[in-house]
């Protein structure tokens, strides 16, 4: 069992960066960022597949201004946001696979093993 802890959120304004962090308390293969915003479905942000190179996906709305990076010796995810936007604004959740997760399906909720509680970020105009 895996235990995964999100931090950085908070409150910045439109235009603003931010970095979360995601603490793990063992080794994963995938890890991922999802966000959920009031009344809307759980949306995929960017995922790092360690067991294929490193390679990262994003959402096409995140696309050159978020950055998801691992380090797998300390156990950590972060999430680089850049020029955010009042449509950022949500619960960012740290989501990990023991298994490798094909790239296919590195969208989708339901290939993570492991989920951490969430953490705020707010975007003022």
């Known amino acids: 069992q895996v235990q995964l802890a999100e931090s950085g959120g908070g409150l910045v304004q439109a235009g603003d960066s931010l970095r979360l962090s995601c603490a793990a308390s063992?080794?994963?293969?995938?890890v991922a960022w999802f966000r959920q915003a009031p009344g809307k479905e759980r949306e995929f942000v960017a995922a790092?597949?360690?067991?294929?190179?490193?390679?990262?996906y994003y959402a096409d709305s995140v696309k050159g201004r978020f950055t998801i990076s691992n380090d797998n010796i300390r156990n950590m995810a972060y999430l680089q946001m850049t020029s955010l936007k009042p449509e950022d604004t949500a619960v960012y959740l740290c989501?990990?696979?023991?298994?490798?997760?094909?790239?296919?399906?590195?969208?989708?909720?339901?290939?993570?093993?492991?989920w951490g509680q969430g953490t705020q970020v707010t975007v003022s105009s």
């Open positions: 989501a990990a696979a023991s298994g490798p997760v094909p790239s296919t399906l590195a969208m989708s909720p339901r290939r993570y093993d492991y």
């Open positions: 063992g080794r994963t293969s995938t």
């Open positions: 790092a597949l360690s067991w294929s190179f490193g390679s990262t």
